[in-house]
């Protein structure tokens, strides 16, 4: 059973910065690629970033790009997103997802419980 738990969110003021993790449990975490979603409230889950099973390959959207950073670690099964120069437009719970999700849809196949990230002066 696919098992994925995010940490690291909070409350920071504008141009703040967070480390989100992921560690994922359940499944062969080195053959996946691996992607971050959010969803602010009253709003869809969009995609945020992906990278590949290897690390080399990492896509953002246009909006974040420049300001997160998202890496792995596949010897411990875990997937991180560093948000820097946060924007009150970045709120949202952030998931760590496997499966389908990209600039055009996310509909995940997995996904976690997520966790909160605020940005508010």
């Known amino acids: 059973e696919v098992h994925l738990v995010e940490s690291g969110g909070g409350s920071v003021q504008p141009g703040g910065s967070l480390k989100l993790s992921c560690a994922a449990s359940?499944?062969?975490?080195?053959?996946?690629?691996m992607s971050w979603a959010r969803q602010a409230r009253g709003k869809n889950l969009e995609w945020v970033s992906s990278?590949?099973?290897?690390?080399?390959?990492?896509t953002y959207r246009e909006s974040v790009k420049g300001r997160f950073s998202t890496s792995r670690d596949n010897t411990r099964n875990m997937m991180y997103l560093e948000l820097t120069d946060l924007k009150t437009e970045d709120t949202a719970m952030y998931f760590c997802?496997?499966?389908?999700?990209?600039?055009?849809?996310?509909?995940?196949?997995?996904r976690g419980q997520g966790t909160q990230v605020t940005v508010s002066s």
């Open positions: 997802v496997t499966g389908h999700c990209n600039a055009a849809e996310c509909r995940p196949d997995d």
């Open positions: 359940g499944f062969t975490f080195s053959g996946r690629i």
């Open positions: 990278i590949d099973k290897d690390g080399d390959m990492k």
